[in-house]
């Protein structure tokens, strides 16, 4: 029969399976060395639905950029998202810049070490208000994210949706009462570990399991189907048109979106809704202000978000104009949008344009 998990059999089989397989990462501490609160807090920020090997190098060019989280709090908008380009959820910089910002002026530049304090940041919930002082400062604090979810179902052969509210509940009693005394920090991230590298949402590792033997889903031989897999939903598919409009001295006329929803703050390509299947000239005229002339295809960029499906049907041409734009639209070279933040989607079409001159 398989026992029950509980403190005493989980959590050292864990901790010694972490202390020997733990994967390397740039923010977190090395053997006999205090983690750097700043850089569990930007880390955590970056890891939110992205996954390692895509979070590193934005998280040392981060670093890089802004050594201190005081240095991010003095850093504008601008910078922070032409940094964070291509990481996507944008949200999750804004919410950052604006979390450094908290901390210099009402914590005195000291990431907070309660979980309370942590969750009056921007962005900041109850996950990762518990991972940052969990790991940061070692609080009694536990966490509960898809990976964790996925390793307690599975430990306890838990077959009912984690998604659903009670269950929630349950599995955050769960994960508090596995949490150690001290070394907490370490164990939360040897569960998220696990869950990444091991206990895998598809063809989990069972044999080299370091808790196989506490596993109720193994011994019954149905970890496959734990947790039962999200019901998909038809992604509602938007379709927008895209004006690369150059002048004559070779500059594009880009635009900035506004500073509250998608790809809040960051430039783009003049860029409208698609109302019919054909474009006119007078439909490019009024999308960006000028007649345009050898208005030609330039290319199609389909980008997949959590629930919508765009297609970007990009467009070029030419327009007389002499005057700047006005705010928030301005004329810039290739090589001057460069230094300015813009979606994926759009960095697309930019390296097609430069790709047909």
Known sequence: MTPPATRDNFVPALLAWFDAHQRPMPWRARAGQTPNPYHVLLSEAMLQQTQVATVVPYFLRFIDAFPTIDALARANEQQVLRLWQGLGYYSRAHNLLKAARMVVERFDGMVPRTVDELLTLPGVGRYTAGAIASIAYDTHAPILDGNVVRVLCRIDALRRDPRDKAVQFQLWARAESLL?????????QSMMELGATVCTPKNPSCLICP????????????????????????????????FCVQRCDGKYLIEQRPPIGRWAGMWQFISVEAATDMITPAVARAACGYALKGLTPLATVHHTL????YQFDAYRGTAKARANAISPRRWATLAEMEELPFSKPQLAIRKRLGESE
């Open 211 to 242: 808790v196989q033997q506490m596993c109720r889903a193994h011994a019954q031989g149905i970890q496959d189907r734990i947790p039962p897999a999200k019901q998909t939903k038809p992604l509602k598919a938007e379709r927008r048109w895209v």
């Open 180 to 188: 150690p005394d001290c070394r907490t920090g370490d164990f939360n």
């Open 306 to 309: 959590t629930h919508r499906q």
